[in-house]
């Protein structure tokens, strides 16, 4: 069974561009969730996705970023535009049905976006 | 707001060395906890949860954590510690209610041979 797996693996985009990242969750699992991390700082949640709807996104940064996940499959993430403190490592994890309750999140290798 | 704080942001240890990290979280509700490892050029991996039952949880690797509820308290444990442990360590919260992980900062650990 294949893993979370997200594209690109690192993103070098200047200050002002557009970038899109995205994330193929495991088969079959409903949940979604993108996470973020700043260099040295803790892993933040950023939204939470349940098939194509947006469960939370409590923490999301602004309106320059922009999270979907058409027909409940994989989803992407752009910023637009970016901002240099928008630099960091972006992650995405899916879990199975069922919200949190007993069910384990898999994590993806991550996305490391630097803006310059 | 719920947080989850991991008290030591680097620790060396030589090989052989007991290992205990520590993690604290914020939250009086019910929570699912665990720790991801993420060892150097690989993703995120889950090393232990606790979801109820005992206390103590035995992971991968020989790791070990214990979820003390009266202290808010979830410590990862290692007995003997080898070099292949060196890796980025995270303590996270599953708050049930609202169904999201929340990560402490990591702790990363470095095992001289």
């Known amino acids: 069974e294949a893993g979370v797996t997200q594209f690109p693996s690192h993103s070098v985009i200047e200050k002002g561009q557009t970038v899109t990242l995205r994330c193929d969750p495991i088969?079959?699992?409903?949940?979604l969730y993108w996470y973020r991390r700043v260099m040295g700082k803790e892993i933040k949640f950023l939204l939470h996705?349940?098939?194509?709807?947006?469960?939370?996104e409590s923490g999301m940064p602004n309106n320059r970023f922009l999270a979907e996940r058409t027909g409940g499959t994989y989803s992407t993430l752009k910023v637009q535009p970016a901002e240099l403190e928008d630099s960091g490592v972006y992650f995405c994890a899916s879990s199975r049905a069922g919200g949190s309750v007993n069910t384990e999140a898999f994590f993806g290798q991550g996305t490391r976006l630097t803006v310059v | 707001a719920q947080s989850v704080s991991q008290h030591n942001h680097h620790v060396i240890l030589s090989e052989a060395a007991s290992l205990e990290l520590g993690c604290n979280y914020s939250?009086?509700?019910?929570?699912?906890l665990f720790w991801y490892v993420q060892y150097p050029g690989q993703h995120l991996q889950l090393l232990l949860k606790y979801f109820s039952g005992d206390p103590l949880v035995k992971g991968i690797k020989g790791f070990e954590a214990e979820f003390i509820k009266s202290k808010f308290s979830f410590n990862l444990r290692k007995p003997s510690v080898q070099w292949s442990d060196t890796a980025e360590y995270f303590c996270a919260v599953n708050v049930l209610s609202a169904s999201k992980i929340i990560f402490g900062s990591g702790t990363r650990l470095s095992i001289r041979p």
């Open positions: 939250y009086g509700g019910t929570v699912n």
């Open positions: 088969s079959g699992h409903d949940n």
């Open positions: 996705f349940v098939k194509e709807s947006k469960q939370d």
